[in-house]
């Protein structure tokens, strides 16, 4: 009996010596601390049926927190009436942002049209106006480069400016205006001032103007003709 005895406290020693290195061993490796065990604690004494009303409890805190988090879903519905309400407001918003952009476009399109047909009436009307300026020059140059402009010329030149006068004013009657102004666009300033003068005096201020405005355009027409300015034209009219 003293045996067996014996052998009982010899298997419970080791036993116990086991469990406290097991214990030992978890503690040591960091599997296990003071928080653990109290968790452990508290987890055994809380029952399964505690646990269930506790989750359940905690389940119904959070729908509830949510619930008053959101908007209140029924003020916002709108029924199938007002959904068509405002698609029918969207197509007409539509529709009048279409229709107004189509009328810029055609807008634009006739604005380009009428600047078209603006820019083809001005370039025919200068083709027609260079066309009449380029014979205006071969007249001219066909006036210039005669024999018979060179003597009238001088015969301009040696005469009194009222003779000059009268016989320019016989031309213009004749219908020979462009003859005259090359005359006096030919003359010096000085007799051109007298001439002019003359007209004047006969009570012809009116067609002396003209004439000399008529002078004024044939100095730029042939300053432009010839790539250069009024200033810079070189004086070719004779002494």
Known sequence: MKKLTKALMVVAVLNLIAVLAGVGWIFASGRVD???VLEVVDMFEETTDGRDARIKAEEAEAAAAVAAEEVDLPQLAMNSGELNNIRLQLTQIDRARLE??????????????????LLASERTDFEAQRTEFEEMRVRIAEI?????FTKSLAVLKESKPK????MLSVLIQQGKREQVVTYLSALSNGIRTEVIA????ADEA????GLLESIRMRGQETALADGTSDD???NTLGP
């Open 198 to 201: 003359e007209f004047v005096k």
């Open 34 to 36: 003071k928080q653990r």
């Open 163 to 166: 003779d000059s006068m009268q």
């Open 206 to 209: 009116e067609l002396a103007a």
């Open 144 to 148: 210039e480069g005669s024999d018979q």
């Open 100 to 117: 107004r952009m189509q009328r810029e476009i055609t807008d634009l399109q006739n604005t380009l049209k009428r600047e078209r047909a």
């Open 232 to 234: 810079n034209t070189p």
